[in-house]
C-alpha cells in the first residue's frame, strides 16, 4: 500500500486535482534528508508538498499533451535535500564569486515600547519612505532603533504605512484563516497544446510579478519549456542579485502602461499570451484595465494566476508585503522566537511554498484546456502551514530534517548576464535551467516563435 503523504493531498485537492485510493498524490514519493529543521511548525512539510504537486501538476500537463489520461501519470521522486537547497536559493546565490546581501540594514526587527515590530526597507524607495515617515535624521540603524522604541508597535506600523514604507506590528497569535487558493473557471477554453518536449512547451507567460514568490513561480514554468517574459515598469528598478536567483528560464523587458506606445507593445504581448501570472496588490492592475477579470472578459480562455501578500479581502488587502512581514503578523515569527525576540522561519518558505503552489495551479489549469482566474496569496499559504499542514507520520517519514543533509550536490554554475552564477538547482525531477539569466530589463518585448 502507498502512504500519501497529506500535505500533497491537501495541496493538490485544493487546486482541484482528483484523488482517490489510487489518485495522482500516491505517485509522488520523496527521498532523501531535509535540511529545514525540526521546529514549531512543520515547515519540511510544506516545502516538499508544495514541491510534490508543481511535479505532479506538470507530469499530468504533459500527459494530457501527449493524449493519455490526465490520471495517468507515471511516479516522480522528489529529493528532500533539493528541496531545501532550492527554498533558500537566495542564499546560496554567488555572483563572481560575491555574497549578495538579502535583508538590508533598516530591515528587521526592532522593539517598540509594548512590543517588537517588522520593517523591510531592501529597496531604496522603500527606505526612503521609512526613513520619512519616522523623522530620522539619517538612514542609520541607531536612528530607527531609538525612534521605534519610543513608539507603540501599532504606532510605528501605521505611521510607515501612510508613509508609504513597510512595518508590521509583530503578533504573538496567528492570524485569520485564509484559503490556500481560489480558482474560478472562465468558461473559455485557451489554445489547444499538442506534444511537447517539455511539460509546457511553447506556452507563453506574461510575468508581472517582482522578489520572490511570483518569479519562483514563472521561473518553474521556464524550466518546464514556457516562453516567460517578465515585464517591469521602468521606474521601479529590481535588485540585481534578487534576479540572478530568480531569473532563470525567462526573458525581461520594460515598459511603461502608462505611455501610449508601450502600452500598444503590451497589448500585443497580451494578444500572444497563454497565462499571466501578477503579484501586484489587490487593485493595482485594475487601474490600467489588466485586472483577472478584465483580462478574462477580452480572453476567456487566459489563464490568470494573481498572487498577493495579505489576501484578497479585507482590511489589509490593499498593502504592500513580504515574506518577512507575514511572518510577523501571522504569529510566525513568534512562535519561532527565542526569549521574547522574534525569530524566522528556516526558510522564506511563505514566498518560496506559495511560488510552487502558482507553478502548480497554472500547470493544472492548462492541463484542464485553460480559461481559469486563480488567487494564491503569501497569507493564505502562512494559513495552511499553522492550521492544516500535517507532520510526516512515521510510515511516511524520510530521515530527520538535517541528519545527512548537503547542500552541495544541489548547486550549480553557470554564466550569465550578471557573470558567473552559483545557484541551486530546480528541485523537480524535470532536469535543470539551460542557461543562466540575461540583465534585468534588457531583453526585447516580443514571443519567441512557437516552436514547430
Known amino acids: 500500500m502507498t502512504v500519501v503523504d497529506g500535505g500533497t493531498r491537501q495541496a493538490w485537492g485544493a487546486l482541484g486535482g482528483p484523488d482517490g485510493p489510487d489518485g495522482p498524490p500516491g505517485r509522488v514519493a520523496y527521498r532523501g534528508a531535509s535540511g529545514l529543521g525540526e521546529g514549531p511548525l512543520?515547515?519540511?512539510?510544506?516545502?516538499?508538498?508544495?514541491?510534490?504537486?508543481?511535479?505532479?501538476?506538470?507530469?499530468?500537463?504533459?500527459?494530457?499533451?501527449?493524449?493519455?489520461?490526465?490520471?495517468?501519470?507515471?511516479?516522480?521522486?522528489?529529493?528532500?535535500?533539493?528541496?531545501?537547497?532550492?527554498?533558500?536559493?537566495?542564499?546560496?546565490?554567488?555572483?563572481?564569486?560575491?555574497?549578495?546581501?538579502?535583508?538590508?540594514?533598516?530591515?528587521?526587527?526592532?522593539?517598540?515600547?509594548?512590543?517588537?515590530?517588522?520593517?523591510?526597507?531592501?529597496?531604496?524607495?522603500?527606505?526612503?519612505?521609512?526613513?520619512?515617515?519616522?523623522?530620522?535624521?539619517?538612514?542609520?540603524?541607531?536612528?530607527?532603533?531609538?525612534?521605534?522604541?519610543?513608539?507603540?508597535?501599532?504606532?510605528v506600523q501605521e505611521a510607515v504605512y501612510a508613509g508609504g514604507g513597510l512595518?508590521?506590528?509583530?503578533?504573538?497569535?496567528?492570524?485569520?484563516?485564509?484559503?490556500l487558493v481560489e480558482v474560478r473557471a472562465s468558461g473559455g477554453a485557451g489554445r489547444e497544446l499538442g506534444p511537447g518536449a517539455l511539460p509546457a512547451a511553447g506556452v507563453r507567460v506574461l510575468d508581472l510579478t517582482r522578489v520572490i514568490a511570483g518569479p519562483v513561480a514563472t521561473r518553474t514554468l521556464g524550466l518546464l519549456g514556457a516562453d516567460v517574459l517578465r515585464i517591469d515598469p521602468?521606474?521601479?528598478?529590481?535588485?540585481?542579485?534578487?534576479?540572478?536567483?530568480?531569473?532563470?528560464?525567462?526573458?525581461?523587458?520594460?515598459?511603461?502602461?502608462?505611455?501610449?506606445?508601450?502600452?500598444?507593445?503590451?497589448?500585443?504581448?497580451?494578444?500572444?499570451?497563454?497565462?499571466?501570472?501578477?503579484?501586484?496588490?489587490?487593485?493595482?492592475?485594475?487601474?490600467?484595465?489588466l485586472g483577472a477579470d478584465e483580462l478574462l472578459e477580452r480572453r476567456p480562455g487566459l489563464v490568470v494566476a494573481q498572487l498577493c501578500a495579505w489576501g484578497w479581502s479585507g482590511p489589509w488587502a490593499p498593502r504592500r508585503g513580504f515574506d518577512s512581514l507575514v511572518q510577523a503578523r501571522y504569529g510566525l515569527a513568534a512562535a519561532y522566537g527565542d526569549g521574547g525576540v522574534p525569530g524566522v522561519l528556516p526558510a522564506q518558505a511563505l514566498d518560496h511554498g506559495?511560488?510552487?503552489?502558482?507553478?502548480?495551479?497554472?500547470?493544472?489549469?492548462?492541463?484542464?484546456?485553460?480559461?481559469?482566474?486563480?488567487?494564491?496569496s503569501l497569507a493564505g499559504t502562512a494559513s495552511w502551514l499553522v492550521r492544516d499542514v500535517p507532520r510526516a507520520g512515521p510510515a511516511a517519514a524520510p530521515p530527520p530534517a538535517g541528519a545527512g543533509y548537503a547542500a552541495a550536490p544541489w548547486l550549480r554554475e553557470t554564466d550569465s548576464g550578471y557573470g558567473a552564477l552559483r545557484y541551486a538547482a530546480s528541485p523537480l525531477p524535470f532536469g535543470d535551467w539551460r542557461r543562466g539569466p540575461s540583465r534585468w530589463g534588457t531583453d526585447r518585448a516580443q514571443w519567441l516563435p512557437h516552436p514547430r
Open 42 to 155: 512543520p515547515v519540511r512539510e510544506l516545502a516538499r508538498a508544495t514541491v510534490g504537486v508543481c511535479a505532479l501538476a506538470a507530469a499530468e500537463l504533459a500527459a494530457v499533451r501527449a493524449g493519455r489520461p490526465a490520471e495517468a501519470v507515471e511516479p516522480l521522486v522528489v529529493d528532500e535535500g533539493a528541496v531545501a537547497t532550492a527554498f533558500v536559493s537566495e542564499r546560496h546565490l554567488r555572483v563572481q564569486g560575491r555574497e549578495p546581501v538579502n535583508f538590508a540594514p533598516l530591515s528587521g526587527f526592532w522593539r517598540a515600547a509594548d512590543g517588537w515590530v517588522r520593517t523591510h526597507a531592501n529597496y531604496p524607495h522603500h527606505r526612503a519612505a521609512l526613513v520619512r515617515a519616522l523623522g530620522l535624521r539619517s538612514a542609520s540603524p541607531a536612528e530607527l532603533r531609538d525612534a521605534v522604541a519610543r513608539r507603540t508597535a501599532a504606532e
Open 167 to 179: 512595518a508590521v506590528a509583530v503578533a504573538q497569535a496567528y492570524g485569520d484563516p485564509q484559503p
Open 234 to 289: 521602468p521606474r521601479l528598478p529590481e535588485s540585481d542579485d534578487a534576479y540572478a536567483d530568480t531569473g532563470f528560464g525567462k526573458r525581461s523587458a520594460l515598459l511603461d502602461l502608462a505611455d501610449p506606445a508601450d502600452r500598444a507593445v503590451f497589448e500585443r504581448l497580451l494578444a500572444g499570451a497563454d497565462v499571466v501570472v501578477s503579484g501586484y496588490r489587490p487593485g493595482a492592475l485594475e487601474r490600467y484595465g
Open 354 to 376: 506559495t511560488g510552487y503552489l502558482v507553478a502548480a495551479g497554472v500547470l493544472r489549469a492548462l492541463a484542464c484546456g485553460g480559461g481559469r482566474s486563480l488567487r494564491f
